[in-house]
């Protein structure tokens, strides 16, 4: 009774030891992949969106091999722990238990990583509802970060069948349109050069200009005439900004200093108006 009882407290202790293993292995090395590799690819301006996903994959593996290693210590079950060492049946039981839409988060997340519709830090906007900044690629979901840091989590299948707006993809420079009409009697001509005049004099617009539309004479900044509406004439101008981040602070910005400038010009911004008449009834 004492041997049996010395034996499985030997297997469970070994157990133990194996799990307690695991975890620290699995532990050392994500802060080692985050302290060393992950910071000196953000040093190096390189792409960490492959580093992040093969990182999960590699954390997977580990507790693999430690929950096989585990199971070889109990007698009942050291054919499937060998099976799992061996490799051999790695594949079988994954398809055995996972479903089918765990397979196809998997899948879709290697297809991410490997054609990249977008990477971590990029700024993506999903069906004109989400926008925020992708923080990881694991090989369930994609997590994004929103601008009221809200985490928001979509699996990898539903991300890699929907239309994505990706802001920095080749290109992070952002375009703002600002739109804004002006009354009939106002004087057109001038509130196009104040429109012109407040994007030019910001400190976030940038020039697109090549050096071929220099040398044409193209100007520093574009402001149109775009329609003759009802009540107003509606006029657009184009700003340049670095990135997204910027080009909102751009727009806000430029919308308050236009307005100020046309106050100070009288130069009308039409609003709706209603007018109402009572008329007494006749006795």
């Not at 999960?56 to 585990?70: D, S």
């Not at 099976?83 to 290697?110: K, R, T």
């Not at 977008?118 to 906007?125: K, P």
Request: with cysteine.
């Amino acid at each position: 009774m004492l041997k049996k009882f010395s034996g499985e407290f030997s297997t469970i202790s070994m157990i133990a030891i194996i799990i307690a293993a695991t975890f620290l292995i699995a532990f050392l090395f994500n802060w080692m992949a985050h302290r060393y590799i992950k910071r000196s690819l953000m040093m190096l301006d390189h792409d960490v969106t492959s580093f992040q996903f093969f990182r999960h994959i590699i954390t997977a593996i580990i507790y693999l091999v430690g929950f096989a290693a585990a199971l070889v210590q109990i007698p009942a079950l050291k054919i499937v722990g060998h099976s799992l060492l061996a490799g051999a049946g790695v594949i079988s039981l994954v398809a055995g238990l996972a479903s089918q839409q765990a397979l196809s988060n998997i899948m879709s997340g290697i297809l991410i990583v490997v054609f990249k519709p977008f990477r971590i830090n990029d700024r993506i906007t999903l069906r004109e509802t989400f926008t925020g900044i992708v923080e990881d690629i694991n090989l369930r979901q994609v997590v994004i970060r929103d601008f009221e840091n809200n985490r928001i989590i979509i699996p990898n299948s539903v991300i890699s069948s929907d239309i994505i707006v990706n802001a920095h993809m080749s290109d992070a420079k952002c375009c703002k349109m600002i739109e804004i009409g002006i009354g009939y009697s106002s004087n057109m001509e001038r509130a196009l050069e104040i429109m012109t005049e407040e994007v030019a004099k910001h400190p976030l617009y940038i020039d697109t200009r090549t050096p071929k539309d220099i040398k044409n004479g193209t100007p520093l900044v574009v402001a149109r005439v775009i329609a003759l509406a009802e009540s107003s004439v509606t006029l657009k101008v184009w700003a340049w900004a670095e990135n997204a981040t910027d080009g909102f602070v751009l727009y806000c910005d430029l919308l308050q200093s236009i307005k100020h400038r046309f106050d100070a010009e009288n130069i009308e911004i039409p609003f709706p108006q209603r007018k109402v008449t009572l008329q007494k009834e006749e006795d």
